[in-house]
């Protein structure tokens, strides 16, 4: 042993401490010969360039003793430069002594950490363990000296540096992106909470992040906000930033800002949400009821200004700065957008307004609506009689426009209904009295047209509201927010006209009881209704379940995990799809919850009666081959082959992802990893790791590519097998993608037997990914435009394959996703056909699996709007969005499953 010291200490080459050295990102990593550790490459991969300092990353794992300093050193360059220095392995808490050591050697400044390095976002880097913990500076000759906490060292660095106590019961911790004060009598929700400020909140170089409260926690008294506050020098109140992070306790009908600006007596600043990403890009997100991440608002500072006495009013907090309502906005005044001749777009604190451009007289009372954490509001100005109709419109068309990820999560209200007492021009019955309830922002786009003309009646207060566009995204993910999935849902077929194989429909239950004087409602020209479910066909001596054998599983209930059968067939279109190694090994074994059952109501189960023409064009003839394969409604999957995410981590899924398809997810991972990074809501938050995002966004990527179509060919087929692991990850990590809200579009040929499905159906559920785009493609062939209002389908821009492979503004809807056929037009005569559908929300469905029968509004507007943007496309320039390796990712109908002639396939 003694000899292999010495070795190591004199820089010879032939013992186990033998260090190379190898550029990965923007560090120089330091590590044994043929042996780089996954800690360090990510730690090199995410650090942020130092523009004063080489950055060295010391790979100390159990390869590389903490004596081969000396090897280090003889590896390292002399220059002027100093070195920034960090390391990982089971030694990395010895990186201030090697920087001490490096510095006399090398003649160097080194900077290293004394104390636990935490990875923040963005790459930040923070050093806290004890008092005084932080980067330290070694100098040749010189004692070493306390250089900053964070790296990149922020402005306001000092203020932040230590815990200490505001109250007994009461702290200020320091976080790599500012301060948090909080409640500190549960230490485990806490803990949860950290982590994902640790991860997610920036460290902005000019501003200092300062949240207040611990969602789940005891609320926080402002008195210790006072003792943080006075602590503070003049610079440092000036780049405070505050969030309310968890329950305050306030003065009753106060918000947090103005009471805490009327305590400290001086303008302060908050946050309208809490800032996630990185520091010169993130965005502000607001905090729910429940601690969770809401939208994102438009407005993103408030200032407020302290009362001039106790007594007198408040002050309208200031919109200090804002995000633009749409990326092509022009801004004609500070906050305010052109948006037509007679229209503009304001951004207020609580959302967007739509008016006219000379001020309404109500302009400070709907500026002055506080923020909702649950939703956006976007309001339209009715204070004019001939122009409330005109502003409705636009606004209803800004909410088509508009960032999927707020627009599914608004609600639009005309100015008259959310500003106590005051009057639509004309309409005084639409006015909310003084004492009259604001109406509740809910989560769900809702709207209040306004009655323009004679055929509609005069609005009352519990009419208000009365159209409904789409639902909450946080609500209406499926199946990542609510994890249900459905059976399909079809009318009653007689035995002449019902397709072969299909099982025998089950009795409808009688309706419940109805009022006196509220009839029951009953479809105008459809036969009594009776309720079928779809699902794999039962042999012809075993009858089918009784309902009250199987009754329908309430959402959310809970379910025996089923375990996944590794000898389960493989569906054979999959295996010969999909290359190795994909086809050839073995699933993980995987559970899900049970899918739940959806049930159609009154009416819905009617075929779809033909409409009138949509928009004539020439198109090739309908297909017609006597050799087209057979279509048949997808089979409801059994849990351990539904992609559906189980109530558990995806480790076991991960981990297979990574061993099947090492070399792929190898070649793929890099690229990755640095897409994440330049992009906040990729990144990793809460209970869900670094490592975790990163596979699940490498499945997304591979399944762009040619391995998509094996997945959704085995997802249809029902079948158990390897697909069902791929496509988990996948699901996963399409959830953090940005989502998109309207017409959606692609072009195909239906055969005589998809019409037929569809012209007996008018719901339908689709278990593998469906492709649309959000604009037509001139390259795409077919006689038939498929068009499908969007509320959750994710886009995929970050993260599509490169080359022939690549689609463009491809708009994904996830598996187990529920869509509504609203109309058919066949093609005939040279004129195009038309199939127009729309997603259902995981609102319009019960705690029973049926779909809400109070939403036939929402099939009007979803038709009006994928008419208008037919219309919009038939003039727009001809664009190619699918590359010519995708062309077979669109063209099958959601729901349906096409088999070659002959092909059995097997189904559980």
């Known amino acids: 042993m003694a000899s292999v010291i010495r070795d190591l200490l004199s820089g010879r080459k032939d013992g186990p401490g033998d260090i190379v050295q190898h550029t990965v990102g923007n560090a120089l990593v330091l590590h044994a010969e043929e042996t780089i550790s996954a800690e360090a490459q990510s730690l090199a991969l995410s650090v942020v360039k130092d523009a004063d300092n080489d950055v060295v990353v010391l790979d100390l794992s159990d390869g590389v003793p903490i004596s081969s300093w000396e ?19 089971p030694h990395a808490n010895t990186a201030a002594m090697a920087g001490q050591w490096l510095s006399e050697r090398l003649h160097r400044t080194v900077i290293a950490p004394d104390g636990d390095l935490v990875r923040g976002s963005a790459g930040g880097l923070f050093v806290h363990s004890i008092p005084g913990s932080g980067w330290v500076r070694f100098r040749p000759g010189r004692p070493p000296i306390w250089d900053a906490k964070r790296y990149p060292t922020p402005l306001w660095d000092r203020a932040a540096t230590d815990n200490r106590a505001s109250s007994s019961t009461g702290e200020i911790e320091p976080l790599p992106g500012g301060v948090w004060i909080r409640d500190v009598r549960e230490p485990d929700v806490v803990a949860e909470h950290r982590r994902r400020l640790i991860a997610d909140v920036p460290c902005h170089p000019e501003t200092m992040t300062v949240l207040l409260g611990c969602p789940g926690t005891a609320p926080l008294c402002l008195d210790d906000v006072v003792r943080f506050w006075r602590n503070l020098d003049e610079d440092s109140r000036a780049r405070t930033r505050f969030v309310q992070y968890g329950d305050l306790r306030l003065p009753k009908g106060e918000t947090f800002g103005q009471a805490l600006a009327d305590l400290l007596g001086t303008t302060i600043v908050c946050y309208t949400g809490v800032p996630v990403g990185a520091p010169r890009r993130f965005e502000v997100r607001t905090v729910r009821s429940d601690g969770a991440l809401g939208w994102p608002p438009f407005a993103l500072e408030l200032r407020y200004a302290p009362r001039a006495h106790p007594n007198s009013k408040a002050h309208r907090p200031v919109v200090l700065s804002h995000r633009p309502p749409l990326a092509e906005a022009e801004e004609v005044a500070p906050r305010v957008y052109w ?24 302009a400070e009372r709907v500026r002055g609506m506080p923020l909702d954490p649950e939703g956006s509001v976007l309001i339209y100005d009715d204070t004019i009689g001939e122009s409330a109709e005109r502003m409705w419109a636009l606004a209803e068309d800004l909410a088509a426009r508009i960032d999927p990820s707020v627009g599914a999560d608004s609600s639009l209200f005309s ?26 922002v809910t989560g769900q786009l809702s709207t209040s047209r306004p009655p323009a003309t004679e055929d509609l009646p005069a609005p009352t207060v519990d009419t208000i509201v009365i159209r409904p566009v789409v639902e909450s995204v946080a609500e209406a993910v499926p199946p990542v927010a609510t994890a249900t999935a459905a059976t399909v849902v079809h009318p009653d077929v007689t035995p002449e006209t019902r397709p072969a194989g299909e099982p025998a429909p089950l009795q409808a239950e009688a309706p419940a009881p109805q009022p006196a004087d509220k009839p029951t409602p009953q479809p105008a020209e459809a036969p009594a209704p009776q309720r079928a479910e779809e699902s794999a066909p039962q042999p012809a001596d075993e009858p089918a379940p009784r309902q009250a054998e199987a009754p329908a599983r309430p959402a959310g209930s809970p379910t025996p995990p089923p375990v996944l059968d590794p000898t389960a067939p493989v569906a054979e279109s999959f295996v010969k799809t999909v290359q190795d190694p994909i086809a050839t090994v073995e699933p993980v074994e995987t559970t899900v919850a049970e899918p739940t059952r959806l049930h159609a109501v ?30 048949r409604m997808q089979p409801v999957p059994p849990a351990s082959a539904s992609a559906l995410l189980p109530g558990r981590p995806l480790d076991e899924e991960r981990a297979w992802l990574r061993r099947t398809l090492s070399r792929e997810f190898d070649s793929m991972a890099s690229s990755v990893a640095r897409i994440i990074s330049e992009h906040p809501g990729l990144q990793a938050s809460g209970a869900v790791g670094r490592d975790d995002v990163l596979a699940d966004s490498v499945a997304v990527r591979l399944y762009l590519s040619r391995r ?29 993608l940005p989502s998109y809200r309207g017409a959606t579009i692609y072009r ?33 062939d077919g006689d038939t435009d498929v068009l499908v209002w969007s509320m959750t389908a994710r886009r995929t821009a970050l993260l599509e394959s490169d080359g022939a492979e690549r689609v463009e503004d491809r708009a994904l809807f996830l598996p187990g996703t529920h869509f509504k056929i609203l109309e058919l037009q066949e093609p005939s005569d040279g004129d195009r056909g038309a199939i127009l559908m729309r997603e259902i929300g995981a609102k319009e469905i019960d705690g029973d699996g049926r779909v809400d029968p109070d939403r036939a509004p929402l099939d009007d507007l979803a038709i009006v709007s994928l008419r208008r943007s037919l219309e919009r496309w038939s003039t727009a320039e001809p664009t190619r969005r699918v590359g010519a390796g995708s062309t077979g990712r669109f063209g099958l109908l959601p729901g349906l499953d096409r088999r070659a002639v002959g092909e059995k396939v097997s189904e559980r």
């Open 748 to 780: 195909t040929s239906p055969t005589e037997q998809e019409w037929q499905h569809y012209r007996t159906r008018r719901l339908v559920t689709n278990w593998a990914f469906v492709s649309t785009l959000t604009g037509p493609c001139e390259s795409q």
């Open 339 to 362: 948006y037509a001749p007679d229209a503009v777009i304001e951004v207020i604190q609580s959302g967007l307004w739509v008016r006219s451009a000379e001020e309404p007289v109500n």
């Open 602 to 631: 009154a009416g819905d189960e009617a075929p779809v009666q033909e409409q009138r023409r949509i928009r004539p064009a020439t198109a090739s003839a309908p297909v017609t081959d006597t050799d087209a394969p057979d279509v």
């Open 415 to 440: 100015a008259s209904a959310l500003v106590p007492g005051q009057s639509a021009a004309g309409l005084a019955q639409a006015s909310l009295g003084e004492d009259s309830p604001r109406p509740t």
């Open 71 to 89: 090897s280090m050193a003889g590896v390292l360059p002399r220059r002027r430069r100093g070195i920034r220095l960090m390391a990982c392995g």
């Open 708 to 736: 998509g179509t094996g997945v959704d060919v085995g997802l249809r087929s029902g079948s158990n097998g390897p697909h069902v692991p791929f496509a988990r990850c996948a699901v996963s990590g399409l959830s953090r």
